[in-house]
């Protein structure tokens, strides 16, 4: 929930804070004295695209900051954390900067992200209704998006199946003609990884086997100094072969435990022990290096094996080899083999995806068709609710229809057969939803952009949006002069269907009906002020005295009519009145 707007340099606003409250917030205000500014900075600072045309003439830059109440586990919170932004409790710091050169800047939580951050949490957080919707609804697929927006959650699953289906679907139809397309490309790709493959199988490396080769080279190579550290080693540890004395590593420890045992001092005896196991260890050490200078080898003919054998498998490696090692060879051999199993045009392969892809048409063909029948249940459910909004908005004569048709399948385009007939198929499902209105019983109805007058489309687009307001999640719901063309009896139906929308989320209307305004738990005025020739706005919350004088404006063109005055103040206490029994 939004708890205050600063906007800065933004169009006709130089400076000015918004306060914003629970329940109904009605901004009101002259012709150009800056509304639209105010939805522009909602919108700017939650993700939307930026324009540098909005920085007021003169100004470095544009700048929108935000404070807002979050669940502190909730998503917008959980993504504010995630690019490195935190909460102060519940409370989330948004802003956003738009230079005059057209650069545009994000915060979230203190940490700059990027804008699509801003996006992100704004997805849960705002939406906005506004007449440009009513252009939007026209557009194809946007009525379908209506209805599946009216479905809520249950819904969006059922949505999700198909889209998975259908993507699996088209993973298949694409594997298949990639290799029935019978390109020079993949034959030559096909080619080098045999070529590769039957290199390296008919080399058949080992794991580590270039490692074990450089060791033994090693001890080849270097025969004779190898045999010499041996001869030399044991020499001090036997003493030389020519010699007759004791002179030997083993001969001086054990003359050096038996003088100590001999000594009968328990102490020196523990030490005799102690040199004894030393001597046994140095036996154990003496046998090693007789058997490894036995073995010790300078075979030259192993010796060029060993090197013919190592320039084989450096030229595999350098072939072949990301990490410079037969690990590497080994590992793209690997990878190699399932590339050549995805690009096997054989007929058993072809033969396979070919069953792969029809089996999977089928579950996209089963998700398509459960979705057209949850579709066409909800059709029903959501016409029911627009119509009995539109009786209350003075439209009790008209109706509207929310018909579900099969796609019409286009040659050389993705079709199912859903049933008995071939539909087209995209990501969104087989069908088309067209919303129709009909005024009269005998009218079969047109589609509402064609069959609606400007204030009738305004009075649908409003009965639409306030019932699909009722399965949207988000805390904050923005409504920018939908009531365009309406006035009277169907102006304060709107006002009281507003208001009981703001007892489950926070509204936040941009009127120019007195109507509506009546109805505000906060009432928020933005004025034109001319200084040195230059227009600005400012933004005012309004006090009881001031809420009556901008009610009797609206009314009368003027602030202090009697006769207004008097209208304005019945206004508020019918509005009142009709809050606390829809409270009761």
């Known amino acids: 929930m939004l708890e205050e707007v600063r906007i800065r340099n933004l169009g006709v606003i130089a400076d000015a804070t918004l306060p914003f409250g629970p329940g109904l917030t009605v901004v009101t205000g002259e012709t150009g004295a800056g509304k639209t500014m105010v939805v522009a900075g909602l919108t700017l600072l939650f993700g939307a695209r930026s324009d540098s045309t909005q920085v007021t003439r003169g100004a470095a830059a544009a700048d929108v900051e935000g404070s807002l109440v979050v669940d502190p586990e909730g998503p917008a919170a959980e993504r504010c954390r995630d690019a490195g932004g935190t909460l102060d409790d519940d409370r989330l710091i948004l802003a956003r900067s738009i230079s005059a050169e057209g650069r545009s ?58 889209t998975e289906a259908f993507t699996a679907w088209q993973d298949a139809v694409r594997t298949l003609a990639d290799l029935q397309r019978d390109d020079a490309a993949r034959q030559r790709e096909v080619a080098l990884l045999r070529f590769g493959l039957e290199q390296i199988e008919r080399a058949a490396p080992q794991e580590r086997e270039d490692d074990d080769i450089d060791a033994e080279v090693h001890r080849l190579a270097n025969a004779d100094a190898l045999r010499q550290v041996v001869a030399t080693a044991s020499a001090a540890i036997d003493g030389p072969p020519e010699a007759y004395d004791a002179s030997g590593a083993d001969a001086l420890l054990g003359q050096a435990g038996r003088a100590l045992a001999d000594a009968g001092v328990p102490e020196l005896d523990t030490l005799a022990e102690r040199l004894a196991e030393l001597g046994v260890q140095l036996r154990d050490i003496a046998g090693e290096l007789s058997a490894y200078g036995a073995g010790i080898s300078d075979d030259p003919e192993r010796l060029g094996q060993l090197m013919t054998r190592k320039a084989e498998l450096k030229e595999l490696v350098r072939s072949y080899s990301g990490s410079g090692d037969v690990a590497g060879v080994l590992a793209w051999a690997a990878d190699a083999r399932d590339q050549l199993q995805r690009l096997d045009g054989s007929a058993e392969r072809l033969e396979q995806l070919a069953a792969e892809r029809d089996q999977a048409a089928q579950r996209a063909a089963e998700a398509a068709a459960a979705l057209s029948k949850a579709r066409t249940a909800l059709a029903r459910k959501l016409q029911k609710q627009i119509n009995a909004e539109l009786a209350s908005l003075a439209l009790g004569g008209s109706r509207v229809s929310v018909q579900v048709t099969t796609r019409p399948a286009t040659e050389g385009l993705p079709a199912l057969r859903v049933g008995r007939a071939l539909a087209g198929a995209n990501e969104s499902g087989t069908d088309q939803v067209r919303i129709l ?43 920018d002069e939908v009531d365009t063309g309406v006035g009277g009896e169907a102006a304060i139906e709107i006002g009281r269907r507003l208001a009981a929308l703001s007892r489950s989320h926070q509204v936040v209307v941009v009127t120019h009906l007195p109507q509506v305004a009546a109805y505000a738990d906060q009432h928020v005025k933005i004025s034109k002020r001319a200084s040195g020739g230059v227009l600005t706005s400012g933004i005012a919350a309004l006090g009881e005295k001031e809420r009556l004088d901008e009610l009797t404006r609206m009314l009368a063109g003027l602030s202090d009519s009697d006769s207004g005055r008097a209208h304005a103040a019945e206004l508020i206490a019918a509005a009142e009145q009709d809050k606390k029994r829809a409270a009761r």
Do not use: C, W
Request: hydrophobic residues 45%; proline residues 5%; aromatic residues 2%.
């Open 105 to 162: 800047r994000a915060t979230a939580g203190g940490r700059s992200v990027p804008v699509g951050v801003l996006a992100d949490i704004g997805e849960t957080q705002l939406t906005v209704h506004g007449q440009s919707s009513q252009l939007a609804l026209a557009r194809p697929g946007a009525q379908r998006a209506v209805l599946d927006r009216f479905g809520g959650a249950g819904h969006a699953k059922i949505r999700t199946a198909y």
């Open 437 to 479: 209105l009909a005024h009269g019983a005998d009218d079969p109805g047109r589609p509402i952009d064609k069959g609606a007058s400007g204030g009738e489309l305004s009075r649908i687009m409003l009965a639409i949006e306030v019932v699909l307001a009722g399965t949207d999640p988000v805390a904050t719901m923005v409504f």
